[in-house]
């Protein structure tokens, strides 16, 4: 299984977008990467998952370069409830199994 | 998104005694659940894969006997802490694959404190 390198902090502000990105560069041909948001006392809360290229959803964007080696979370116009912690994560879909890394500490501030 | 449900969301109990925990997947039928243990400011650890109608597969340093999971329908998997001890003080999540989309969801969680 890919193992995944994030920043261990980052800040904000309100409104601003927020990009954050992960380093997998032994990522195999068939893994995918997802995106997990995590508040503290409860489980993660998927946010987005991609291949290649880039994905969008009504939460985020997944940004993925041809070589596949990284990928970047973009977070449009953050408020203090994203205020979370993110996980990337790489694998084949077929098994499921998902090891995560230590995250990346997004806080928020007014 | 697919639904996991976890049962309790709290639970305490005393020293010795044994705690089973209930995971469902209530919009789709998961062969396979996983089990993963998160202590405080730490990342979650993958403690095993539950395995429908087959015995679960467990990560490396995690005792079976201890952490009994049983996986007995497509939708259920439990996970029960024999002979509780403080230090299996912890949180527990749950979490499904849904084969309609290959897509990993999580339970909420359950809070598991030993006095």
């Known amino acids: 299984l890919a193992k995944t390198t994030q920043p261990i902090s980052m800040d904000s502000y309100e409104g601003q977008e927020?990009?954050?990105?992960?380093?997998?560069?032994n990522i195999a041909t068939n893994d995918y990467i997802t995106w997990y948001q995590q508040?503290?006392?409860?489980g993660p809360?998927?946010?987005?998952?991609?291949?290649?290229?880039?994905?969008?959803?009504?939460?985020?964007s997944l940004?993925?370069?041809?070589?596949r080696k990284s990928s970047t979370l973009s977070l449009?116009?953050?408020s203090l409830s994203d205020t979370a912690v993110y996980y990337c994560l790489v694998g084949p879909p077929g098994t499921g199994?998902?090891?995560f890394g230590q995250g990346t500490t997004l806080q928020v501030k007014p | 998104g697919a639904v996991v449900s976890q049962h309790p969301s709290r639970v305490i109990c005393k020293s010795g005694t044994s705690v089973k925990i209930e995971c469902r997947s209530l919009d789709f039928q998961a062969t396979t659940m996983f089990w993963y243990r998160q202590f405080p400011k730490q990342s979650l650890m993958l403690m095993a894969t539950s395995n429908e109608g087959s015995k679960a597969t467990y990560e490396q340093g995690v005792e079976k006997d201890k952490f009994l999971i049983n996986h007995a329908s497509l939708t259920l998997s439990t996970l029960t802490v024999t002979s509780a001890h403080?230090?299996?003080?912890?949180?527990?999540i749950c979490s499904a694959r849904d084969p309609r989309t290959?897509?990993?969801?999580?339970?909420?969680?359950t809070r598991l404190l030993v006095l």
């Open chain 1, 97 to 99: 199994k998902l090891i």
């Open chain 1, 45 to 60: 809360r998927f946010i987005i998952q991609g291949y290649k290229t880039k994905v969008t959803n009504e939460v985020a």
């Open chain 1, 39 to 42: 508040f503290p006392s409860q």
């Open chain 1, 76 to 78: 449009p116009r953050v």
């Open chain 2, 86 to 92: 403080p230090e299996d003080s912890s949180f527990y």
């Open chain 1, 63 to 67: 940004f993925i370069p041809a070589d």
């Open chain 1, 18 to 25: 927020v990009n954050i990105t992960c380093s997998h560069n």
């Open chain 2, 102 to 109: 290959q897509t990993q969801y999580f339970g909420p969680g």
